[in-house]
């Protein structure tokens, strides 16, 4: 029973009523118990029944995870929570905003990665890019990588979104 | 939702909808915020408010009341300090599923935010501590609220909910709004209570094909209603199994039957941890394999098949995996299981079972609640044992402090019926009993209600006795004075090399006095013989009586399993030599 259980990544969707102090319940409980959040996003995503969606990645044994899932459903405006690593294919995406600033080589180059990664310039000025990069978590970690030695001086990055595969919605 | 009164303030509008509720009482303080409630409460007669001297105490008499009554407790407290005061109170229960509504004041909305006086950021500091809460924003939203918190609060595991309401909308005005007729139909809370049916049958198969059965029952059972508890022992009795109960589930299981091996865990007793070490099917209803039941939780019960069930997912799997989990109610799930063990009639390994009991009776011959008896001075266990023979043929509710006191209670009283036994079991909180017994009184005004308590932690809400003289509540505080905060002392003198840091009670009151300071009346005993004499008057005495019992100062509380350890590795009393508290159970309280 206390065999030393695998730590492992968990994406969880919890779909909540969009009520002040939902997100702090929700972060509440991670810190209250000691849970990790390894990202977190939130916004509306249905104004008429007034819902949010909450996409959590999270790390634990697999007994912490199953206390996660029922620690969030307990939660009175939880409506749904739905563990999308366990309950088959599914896609996460990221997006992240990666100021480079330089002048020359350094800028083309910069630009040519960009191309690379289908990252879209949304700001430019003679000496710097901002770039709009987005994809897995792990093409964004690559892209800021490389950016790094080109002269990256600010990064923003809005944390997982993920859904399911298929026609079923959450 | 369509309105049935001309329009009415939202102080109004909340004693209805406290009302329609079917609440009778309010333990509370008042305050600035909530003084147009107060006024409220005024100007009608159907609701009794009873003033209590600390908001904390509020919140324990709610408890008291609500666990002796099945309903629920009902607190109003105003803004700022009266809410942090009943935090305690919230968060203990929390812990023991305690169905409450909190209603505090708050400052007017157009000043939330901006340090007012008398402003605390109520529902923030509360989240943590209540099943939910609620900050009514608008008068539109008050009774719908009203009607959804007590919904919430008594629904599914219980336990308390706070409603936060700033002074304006306790003055804007607003159409009532009558509880919804069906049982609410929450958009997102609807707790699970039916079991699943093909789970029941798997269960009642595990369960007839056991050779070492034990049933280990918590207050789930206790708080799922009383039926639940007559199930209970329907079923038991069918199977012939033994069972223990935890501190939370005394009285679900009557104590004078065979079949009982008294309470498990961490000062329970021999028998049943021993029953619990040794099983092969474990059937857990309504209990969360806690820490204090479990003890070292690698060594816990490790060749047993475990059936839990809850009405709370979250308690499945959270420290002790099973093997078995059925989420509902325990009257529906009782009710499931006997029904499918008549039907299927299972054949019972009887000689396996006869085995099982004859092992277990070894154990109990073990007697291991046996004391030295004190001679000059009275053993703690002694006056219980005396209190016990006085109110064993009365009706009684029992409530308790914390500590060495609270398990010696747990361990010498003996509870037949379900709703008698009051106690702070996982917060653990001192200063719980004597409120909570204001509160059972209130509700059973002619029981006898008894507080079990020690010197120190009835000091820690002392100034209730101004309360229960005010309402001349017949309490009775019964006080095991070993002059030590005495669980503390224990810890230390099995832990810390005797190095009583702190845990003497010094400059205590003169009990005695302190009653009669307060309007009760107060009566002091320390020769053993002198005892039955006291309690007997203490019984027939119709109003508040502090008992002081100076008790042996030295005696500690055993069956004890030191942190860390198994159930197997029990100190069964003093010449159990300690020091078999590891590394790892030096860190754990």
Not at chain 2, 119 to 136: F, M, Q, S
Request: net charge neutral; glycine share 8%.
């Amino acid at each position: 029973m206390n065999a030393p259980a695998e730590i492992q990544s968990h994406t969880i969707s919890v779909l909540v009523a969009n009520e002040p102090g939902i997100l702090a319940r929700v972060v509440g409980l991670f810190s209250g118990r000691g849970y990790n959040i390894e990202s977190l996003t939130v916004a509306e995503t249905d104004a008429k029944e007034s819902l949010s969606r909450i996409t959590i990645v999270t790390k634990g044994t697999p007994m912490i995870i199953e206390q996660i899932k029922a620690q969030l459903d307990r939660l009175v405006p939880v409506h749904r929570v739905r563990d999308l690593t366990v309950e088959g294919p599914h896609i996460e995406r990221e997006l992240a905003l990666v100021k480079v600033k330089g002048v020359g080589e350094k800028r083309v180059e910069a630009l040519r990665l960009a191309d690379v990664f289908r990252a879209k310039v949304i700001d430019a000025k003679t000496d710097s890019f901002v770039f709009e990069v987005t994809g897995t978590t792990g093409k964004v970690q690559t892209f800021i990588g490389l950016m790094e030695s080109l002269g990256v001086v600010d990064v923003g990055r809005t944390g997982i979104v993920a859904m399911s595969r298929g026609g079923e919605p959450l | 939702m369509k309105p049935e009164e001309p329009a009415t303030t939202g102080a109004d509008l909340l004693v209805k909808a406290l009302i329609d509720e079917d609440v009778e009482v309010v333990f509370g303080y008042p305050g600035g915020a909530v003084l147009p409630i107060y006024d409220s409460l005024f100007k009608q007669n159907r609701l009794r408010h009873i003033l209590v001297r600390h908001e904390q105490a509020a919140v324990h008499a709610a408890e008291g009341y609500a666990r002796s009554t099945g309903k629920v407790g009902v607190v109003l407290v105003t803004s700022g300090p009266g809410a942090t005061n009943a935090v305690t109170g919230l968060t203990d229960a929390l812990m023991d599923s305690i169905p409450i509504i909190c209603l505090t004041g708050q400052v007017p909305t157009h000043l939330i935010g901006n340090d007012a006086f008398q402003e605390a950021d109520t529902t923030g500091i509360t989240r943590p501590c209540t099943k939910h809460n609620y900050l009514v924003k608008a008068v539109g939203n008050l009774a719908r609220t009203v009607h959804e918190a007590f919904y919430v609060a008594r629904s599914g595991r219980p336990g308390p909910v706070v409603i936060d309401l700033p002074k304006d909308v306790l003055m804007n005005k607003h159409d009532y709004v009558a509880p919804p007729k069906v049982a609410a139909e929450h958009k997102s809370y609807r707790p699970q209570t039916k079991p699943d049916l093909r789970k029941i049958e798997q269960a009642v198969e595990m369960i007839a094909g056991a050779k070492r059965p034990v049933f280990y029952v918590g207050g789930g059972v206790i708080n799922s209603g009383p039926k639940a508890s007559k199930l209970l022992a329907q079923f038991v009795r069918m199977t012939g199994y033994p069972i223990t109960n935890t501190l939370m589930g005394l009285g679900a299981f009557p104590a004078s039957d065979k079949q009982f091996l008294g309470m498990l865990g961490m000062h329970g007793t021999y028998e049943a941890n021993l029953a619990m070490h040794g099983c092969d099917v474990m059937i857990n209803i309504g209990a969360r394999f806690d820490d204090r039941i479990t003890g070292n939780l690698t060594k816990f019960s490790p060749g047993s098949k475990k059936i839990h069930i809850d009405i709370d997912p979250s308690s499945i799997n959270k420290s002790v995996r099973v093997d078995l989990a059925i989420i509902g109610d325990a009257t529906l799930a009782l009710e499931e299981m006997i029904k499918v063990w008549k039907a299927r009639q299972p054949k019972v390994d009887l000689k396996a079972l006869k085995a099982w009991w004859a092992e277990i009776e070894t154990w109990r011959a073990r007697n291991c609640l046996a004391y030295k008896t004190g001679g000059e001075t009275i053993k703690p266990q002694f006056a219980l044992e005396r209190l016990y023979h006085h109110i064993k043929n009365t009706d009684h509710y029992i409530t308790t402090e914390v500590g060495q006191h609270q398990m010696w209670a747990a361990q010498f009283l003996k509870f037949e019926q379900p709703n008698r036994w009051m106690t702070s079991g996982g917060l653990g909180t001192m200063g719980y009993g004597f409120p909570a017994a204001m509160g059972v009184q209130i509700a059973h005004p002619d029981a006898l209600v008894i507080d079990v308590a020690g010197e120190a932690s009835i000091l820690m809400n002392i100034q209730e006795l101004s309360t229960v003289a005010q309402y001349n509540l017949p309490v009775k505080i019964f006080i095991l004075n070993n002059h030590y905060m005495g669980m503390v002392r224990q810890w230390q003198e099995l832990l810390h090399g005797g190095r009583y840091s702190e845990s003497y009670s010094e400059s205590l009151p003169d009990f005695v006095k302190l009653a009669d300071a307060f309007g009760a009346v107060g009566l002091r005993c320390h020769e053993p013989d002198k005892l039955d004499g006291v309690i007997e008057e203490m019984i027939k005495t119709k109003r508040p009586v502090v008992v002081d019992v100076l008790v042996d100062e030295a005696e500690n509380c055993f069956p004890m399993i030191p942190s860390g350890a198994a159930h197997n590795e029990m100190l069964l009393g003093p010449d159990d030599k300690a020091g078999k508290v590891s590394e790892e159970g030096m860190v754990l309280v």
